[in-house]
């Protein structure tokens, strides 16, 4: 039985696709396959297309699987094992900071939807900053 996703799970799986290897072919199944190897998590396509994150890192995965041959990997041939493991090593970080960007982005302009929609209902920054209750009280 599939499980909800908590947000380490989605990190989990955003992580693994980040470090997807890009002569490998990726689908639906082999994502389920691959979180179900890695990290002992049940779960379903479904699930895992339900979480914007998750869909937003598949998609770029896939574009990039899918695009022509980039220069890294026309010369990957020529180059020594460490030096082709140091290049798919950089690959993978500019592909988690590239995300990592994008997402930064999404929830800096959902913060100023949220900060225009307070100001214009009369809510103030002291409203809005007040700390979570724990559960105490």
């Given at each position: 039985m599939a499980k909800h996703l908590n947000d380490k799970d989605i990190n989990n799986v955003v992580e693994l696709l980040d470090d997807w290897p890009t002569d490998t072919k990726l689908t639906w199944d082999?994502?389920?396959?691959?979180?179900?190897?890695?990290y002992k998590l049940t779960t379903t396509r479904q699930t895992l297309q339900k979480?914007?994150?998750?869909?937003?890192?598949?998609?770029?995965?896939?574009?990039?699987?899918?695009?022509s041959p980039t220069l890294s990997?026309?010369?990957?041939?020529?180059?020594?094992?460490s030096l082709s493991a140091a290049a798919d090593m950089i690959e993978k970080r500019?592909?988690?900071?590239?995300?990592?960007?994008?997402?930064?982005?999404?929830?800096?302009?959902?913060?100023?939807?949220?900060?225009?929609n307070s100001d214009l209902h009369g809510i103030t920054i002291a409203q809005l900053s007040q700390p979570l209750p724990t559960k105490d009280e």
């Open positions: 082999k994502l389920v396959e691959a979180v179900q190897h890695d979480q914007p994150r998750i869909k937003s890192a598949y998609k770029e995965v896939k574009e990039i699987i899918s695009g990997d026309k010369g990957k041939k020529k180059l020594p094992a500019d592909r988690t900071i590239e995300r990592l960007e994008k997402e930064n982005r999404a929830l800096l302009e959902q913060f100023h939807t949220w900060l225009y």
